[in-house]
């Protein structure tokens, strides 16, 4: 059936998902750049409404390649951005000035005549007028072409806030507690964040003729599901979108991750019609869901639960409500294990692992994003590998540095200098980037040495993409990944862990998790350099920002209740992490808060389906 804006009866905005974050990017690019042909061919202008932010950046590089390769030309280009922090001179180093000069401006033909941004600086008493004025330009420039847009973790677009009106024009407004934390880390605190924006209002992106929303990472899917099928609500600013004709979301798998067709596309009908199968995840899938939206466990679920909520096909296609419900009761049953790294006298089944199974006590080399997120994520697992006899290795994979508050780097200071017993010369810049990290390194072994792990095992990676922070862009590159192959090939370990946990909101689990798998796939390529590779298994965990959905946990680490607090006084060796963390997002709680939380979450959600009743589950996938 055909749907007059989304693709299915619950989108009610058009929706593209694309394979990767680059390849959104690459498709935004081509966009632009083909309406900036056709209007260059009939000697029009094109008038860009751009954004700023992590998500678009990929897009202003592609179209700086498309200008240096291509010969795409922006001097027929006006464009006009949707927001700035107030007050902020346009040359501070946060602005969105500067921000559009460093990713594209600079980079390419455009006439700075035509470069529009609101107005930072100046007196609140003009500000409005500066509004009203930036209105005008618009107007004048005969309105926006093609809008591009992010979305906030609020639902804001630009920086319209929930409440936002309707017809809301550009203006001064108040930023939300959650979008001033996700800013936090590049102002070095959220109290440095300003609390102020001028932006675009409502009715103004949404007189653009085409708009273009950009949302990648799961941490945005709640967000976007919200936005393109929730009810249109000025709680959700983006949900206005919904009544813009021409109007598509962009996304990458991880934003797209919670709409109804990804998460549970039975519900949109036959699987076949949507070219997708009842393979055994899907199944299991199914089978959890199910149980969870009746509150039954599993083995109790019968036909008519099937029928009743929509599953009339998988009820059909693969038998009976006793065989699911055992298909769903076996993915979960067999992916408890009280041996993660294997169990030494084979007495027991174990669950499908690779081929060095067999081999007790394991080479196991867990990689960490930031000094913290192995604790944080899999402490139990940890001193569970590390009781058991596994030669552990941690590698670090972040110095981790740009999270040390500037108090708690005083506080060091203060100390080395009583140590010293006299006043020490002030570092310079890279030297208290260089002791913040340091602060982190004592950190992370305190909490590693409760874990069993000594120091000897623990790497220290530093990878350069991050200390190029506040640079254009932050890319894995060659030297990180000669970096963790490097690490790879020495330790030629039988199991991995990483950090599969895609929705940090700041992108370093996602460079992280890159540079493993890069590094992974050279020296599996080069197998008699890596006889091992093919052998070693790898586990993905999440831990500060997320949590597997159930059909995706493949093994599951129950935790004794002292060993839940065991991976409590670890964490807290995080001390730099606590209260103050630059990186705690929206959500008050602490790290070791939410850790407890989502491993008690876990137990509880296996034992109300009818598994056996823990105190806490540490849980992992595949890669
Ligand atoms: C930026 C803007 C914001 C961002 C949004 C998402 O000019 O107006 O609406 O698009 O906050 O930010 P990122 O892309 O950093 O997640």
Redesign the pocket.
């Known amino acids: 059936m055909n749907h007059p804006y989304g693709e299915n009866r619950w989108e009610k905005i058009a929706v593209r998902i694309e394979p990767t974050a680059a390849s959104c990017a690459e498709e935004a690019a081509r966009e632009i750049a083909e309406l900036i042909r056709a209007h260059d061919d009939q000697d029009l202008p094109t008038v860009l409404g751009?954004?700023?932010?992590?998500?678009?950046r990929g897009v202003y590089r592609a179209l700086v390649r498309k200008h240096r390769e291509e010969g795409l030309s922006f001097r027929n280009v006006v464009t006009f951005?949707?927001?700035e922090y107030y007050p902020l001179p346009p040359g501070a180093a946060q602005s969105?000035h500067r921000y559009m000069w460093d990713h594209l401006f600079s980079h390419i033909d455009i006439d700075p005549a035509n470069v529009h941004l609101p107005q930072g600086d100046g007196p609140l008493e003009g500000v409005a007028e500066a509004c009203r004025e930036y209105e005008r330009q618009i107007e004048e420039a005969g309105g926006i072409d093609l809008q591009l847009?992010?979305?906030?973790?609020t639902g804001?677009?630009?920086?319209?806030e929930p409440g936002s009106q309707v017809k809301s024009r550009t203006r001064l407004i108040t930023l939300d507690y959650v979008?001033r934390s996700?800013?936090a880390a590049d102002w070095g605190g959220l109290h440095r964040v300003p609390t102020r924006a001028v932006?675009m209002g409502i009715r103004t992106i949404l007189g653009a003729r085409h708009i273009l929303l950009?949302?990648?990472?799961e941490?945005?899917a709640p967000v976007v599901r919200e936005a393109v099928e929730g009810p249109v609500s000025d709680q959700i600013p983006a949900s206005f979108l919904q009544g813009h004709e021409k109007t598509t979301f962009l996304l990458d798998p991880g934003a797209a991750r919670d709409l109804t067709r990804v998460r549970t596309p039975w519900l949109l009908g036959p699987l076949a019609d949507q070219g997708l199968a009842w393979d055994e995840r899907r199944i299991a899938g199914a089978v959890l869901w199910l149980a969870e939206k009746t509150g039954k466990a599993i083995l109790k679920l019968t036909d008519e639960d099937y029928n009743v909520e929509g599953l009339q096909e998988l009820l059909a296609t693969v038998g009976g409500a006793y065989d699911l419900n055992l298909k769903g009761f076996y993915r979960l049953q067999n992916a408890i294990t009280g041996w993660p790294g294997g169990r030494n006298d084979g007495s027991r089944p174990k669950p499908l692992r690779g081929g060095a199974a067999h081999v007790f006590p394991k080479r196991i080399l867990v990689f960490s994003p930031h000094p913290d997120d192995d604790v944080i994520s899999m402490g139990g697992t940890l001193a569970r590998l590390a009781d058991q006899g596994h030669e552990i290795h941690v590698a670090y994979q972040v110095s981790g540095s740009g999270a040390v508050s500037e108090e708690m780097w005083e506080r060091y200071w203060d100390f080395a200098e009583s140590i010293h017993g006299e006043l020490l010369a002030p570092p310079n810049e890279a030297e208290v980037r260089r002791q913040r990290g340091l602060i982190r390194r004592l950190e992370a072994t305190a909490a590693a040495r409760i874990c069993g792990i000594p120091a000897e095992r623990l790497h220290f990676l530093d990878l350069p993409f991050y200390e190029k922070r506040g640079a254009a862009d932050r890319m894995v590159g060659a030297d990180d990944l000669a970096i963790v192959t490097e690490l790879l090939e020495r330790i030629a370990p039988h199991q991995i862990y990483a950090a599969g946990d895609l929705n940090d909101?700041h992108g370093t689990h996602r460079l992280c998790l890159e540079a493993v798998q890069a590094a992974f796939r050279t020296v599996s390529a080069a197998p008699a350099r890596a006889t091992w590779a093919g052998e070693c298994e790898v586990w993905l965990y999440r831990g500060a920002w997320g949590e597997w959905a159930l059909p995706e946990i493949e093994m599951a680490v129950p935790l004794s209740p002292g060993e839940v607090l065991r991976k409590r006084r670890a964490i807290f060796q995080h001390e730099t992490q606590k209260d103050q963390a630059l990186f705690l997002g929206d959500d008050r709680r602490e790290f070791w808060q939410r850790a407890e939380a989502r491993n008690k979450a876990n137990a509880e959600a296996f034992n109300r389906l009818g598994l056996a009743e823990y105190e806490a589950i540490e849980t992992f996938s595949r890669w």
């Open positions: 751009l954004a700023t932010g992590s998500t678009p951005n949707l927001d969105y847009l992010g979305i906030g973790r804001h677009i630009g920086f319209n979008t996700d800013a932006t950009l949302a990648l990472g941490h945005k909101p």
